[in-house]
């Protein structure tokens, strides 16, 4: 069965931090580009971050470029999200999702998590 399991989140202070972890199971975690989401209420979802299979170079939303880092453990089969100097604007589920290309016939294929829910209220 092929899985992605979130896990990390919570509640925190503005100007704290969290450690987001992203467990997969059931495929080749190597082969894909992983990336983290998140949606807030009433918003739609959008990417926060990427890593390729390779580990680099690594693209940020321009909302997180300076305090998030997202990182991979192909060995683990996990991929993280290090949030430092967190923001009320911040909150929303975060989504893990892993990505591939088949190919120009086959197209992609893709998994998500089912989100953690990360809150930054004082």
């Known amino acids: 069965q092929r899985q992605l399991v979130e896990s990390g989140g919570g509640l925190v202070q503005p100007g704290g931090s969290l450690r987001l972890s992203c467990v997969a199971s059931?495929?080749?975690?190597?082969?894909?580009?992983m990336r983290w989401y998140r949606q807030a209420p009433g918003k739609e979802r959008e990417l926060v971050a990427a890593i390729p299979s390779s580990g680099g170079p690594t693209v940020y939303a321009d909302s997180v470029k300076g305090r998030f880092t997202i990182s991979r453990d192909n060995a683990k089969s996990t991929v993280y999200l290090q949030m430092n100097s967190l923001k009320a604007e911040d909150t929303a589920v975060y989504y893990c999702?892993?990505?591939?290309?088949?190919?120009?016939?086959?197209?992609?294929?893709?998994?998500w998590g089912q989100g953690t829910q990360v809150t930054v209220s004082s």
């Open positions: 999702n892993a990505f591939s290309v088949l190919g120009v016939i086959q197209g992609v294929i893709q998994y």
């Open positions: 059931g495929f080749t975690f190597s082969k894909y580009l």
